[in-house]
Nanobody, 121 residues
Framework: QVQFVESGGGLVQPGGSLRLSCAVS????????WAWYRRAPGKERELVAF???????NYHDSVKDRFTISRDNSWMTVYLQMNSLKPEDTAVYYC???????????????WGQGTQVTVSS
């Protein structure tokens, strides 16, 4: 079973940056694909970005050119660098493993606690 925990959230002003981490404590495999999701208040959880085992990436249109997903197989960690943050980025952010099929991310694991990101002045 893959176990992981998200961290790195916080309160940041509009235009600021944060880097989220998804640290895997058990079950890491370089063959897994990974994704970041978010759930804003009153909204459905949405896919923010994913990265495949071959380092192909894909982003939600709303975060393109602002967010960067990456992975470090040696440290068993997946990152989400978030720049130029906007109030509408406020949400709980979650990572999860899965597979990419026909450019769609299929979640494979249970959801963790997530990490809260609040963008406000």
């Amino acid at each position: 079973q893959v176990q992981f925990v998200e961290s790195g959230g916080g309160l940041v002003q509009p235009g600021g940056s944060l880097r989220l981490s998804c640290a895997v404590s058990r079950g890491w495999s370089s063959l897994l694909d990974w994704a970041w999701y978010r759930r804003a208040p009153g909204k459905e959880r949405e896919l923010v970005a994913f990265i495949t085992r071959t380092y192909d990436v894909n982003y939600h249109d709303s975060v393109k050119d602002r967010f960067t997903i990456s992975r470090d197989n040696s440290w068993m960690t997946v990152y989400l660098q978030m720049n130029s943050l906007k109030p509408e980025d406020t949400a709980v952010y979650y990572c999860n493993w899965g597979t990419v099929q026909l450019n769609a991310f299929i979640t494979g694991g249970s959801w963790g606690q997530g990490t809260q990101v609040t963008v406000s002045s």
